[in-house]
Every structure is written in C-alpha cells, then in structure tokens.
C-alpha cells in the first residue's frame, strides 16, 4: 500500500521567517505526480503546489517551493516570508493512479 | 473558479439513523470523492466515483454506501449511524484531463457529530 508520511504534527514561525514541512512517500511506480494542500482555519483545502515525478526541477508557487528529492522519495515544502494568513493544516499526498494523504501538519505563524 | 458545494456544515444525528451528506459540483468533473478527515489520521478515502452511476470503494467503506446518479451531485449515505462516524466529511471533484496530476477540488466540509 501507497504511503505518505509527515513526521511533523505541528509547527510554529514567526511572521517573516521561513518553515519547511517534510513529507516522505512511498511507491513502485515510475510516473507520479506530488501535492501540497493547504486547510485554513475555514476549512475549505486547496490546492499550493504540485509537482510531476519526471521533472528534475522544483515546481514554485510565489512563496511556496519544494525540495523533491526522487531517490529518497522526499518531498517537503518551504514557505517563504510567511504571513498570518498561512496559519493552517497543510497536507502532502501523491498520486500513481491512487490518491494517497499525509497525516497533515499544523503551521502556525506567529506575530 | 469550480465550486463544490456540501449541503451542510453541521450534522448532529442520533444512533441508527440513516444520514444522507450531498456533494454537488459545477465544473463538469468525471470524478468525485467521499473522504472523512480526523486528526492524526489525515485523509482516508471512503467511496469515488469515476463517472455517472460508476462507484468503487476506497479505504474505509464499511458502514457507508454512495450515489451518482447525475454527474454534478454525490451521496454519502450512512445507513445506520453509529458514534465511530463522528467525524468531518470532505466532498472532493477532480477532472480527468491530465488525469495524475489533475487536483481535487474540495468543498467547506460537514462535521458530522453522532450521538
């Protein structure tokens, strides 16, 4: 079975400064597409980034970057000058033909 | 933007009683999907569907059944509740184009609370 690991429950920075949420993933498959999405406090998820297996380049979104680490099946995600308004649940998940997610990790952003 | 919609934020039900959460999506998506969300565990996918009247069962279907019979809407039915269903229900809808790397699009959620 197709796994998603987030090692990191919760997680707090200071306004401005940048946090990085790991997340390692598991599969056979060769083609496969990765995901970062993020739940505010109001709940509705969606999606930050994505990034497809066979590009060797980090996919970036304005302040949102990965590191995607194939060998080791590594995928973590940095945010940038963070704001308060990326105070949320993010989740990581892969996708090779089935959809699997991460335990989530909490990212809390302080003033 | 697409837009799913879930009828209800709050569900309070009693034990034994048949549950019905509604899904509805306007962006012509193939599939959907029923997910229930509860902490430490992330997301675990209880039915999707790939297409109209087309259902296979996800991860944890037991005690759950689905509908689709028109392509925008998708039941989540729980035949008869029980108090290990409370829980918070994600509606999600993704389009096949590009189909792996094709995101899901969620709705607000409903937090079921069985007593």
């Known amino acids: 079975a197709q796994t998603v690991t987030q090692s990191q429950p919760e997680m707090s920075v200071q306004e401005a400064e940048t946090v990085t949420l790991s997340c390692t993933y598991d599969?056979?498959?060769?083609?496969?597409?990765l995901f970062w999405y993020k739940q505010p406090p109001s709940r509705q998820m969606i999606l930050v980034i994505r990034?497809?297996?066979?590009?060797?380049q980090n996919a970036t979104e304005n302040r949102f970057s990965v590191n995607f680490q194939k060998a080791a099946k590594s995928f973590s995600l940095k945010i940038s000058d963070s704001q308060l308004g990326d105070t949320a649940m993010y989740f990581c998940?892969?996708?090779?033909?089935?959809?699997?997610f991460g335990a989530g990790t909490t990212v809390t952003v302080r003033a | 933007d697409v837009k799913v919609t879930q009828s209800s934020r709050y569900l309070v039900k009693r034990t034994g009683e048949k549950v019905f959460l509604e899904c509805v999506q306007d962006?012509?998506?193939?599939?959907m999907f029923w997910y229930r969300q509860d902490p430490g565990l992330g997301l675990r996918l209880i039915y999707f569907?790939?297409?109209?009247?087309?259902?296979e069962k996800g991860d944890i279907p037991e005690g759950y059944s689905v509908s689709r019979e028109k392509k925008e809407r998708f039941s989540l039915i729980l035949e008869s509740a029980s108090t290990n269903q409370t829980s918070m229900y994600l509606c999600?809808?993704?389009?096949?184009?590009?189909?792996?790397?094709?995101?899901?699009?969620f709705g607000n959620g409903t937090r079921l609370t069985v007593t």
């Open positions: 999600a809808s993704r389009s096949t184009t590009g189909l792996l790397g094709s995101p899901l699009h």
């Open positions: 599969t056979s498959e060769s083609n496969y597409y």
């Open positions: 990034q497809e297996a066979y590009k060797q």
């Open positions: 998940a892969s996708n090779d033909y089935k959809l699997s």
């Open positions: 962006m012509d998506h193939e599939n």
């Open positions: 569907s790939y297409d109209v009247k087309m259902k």
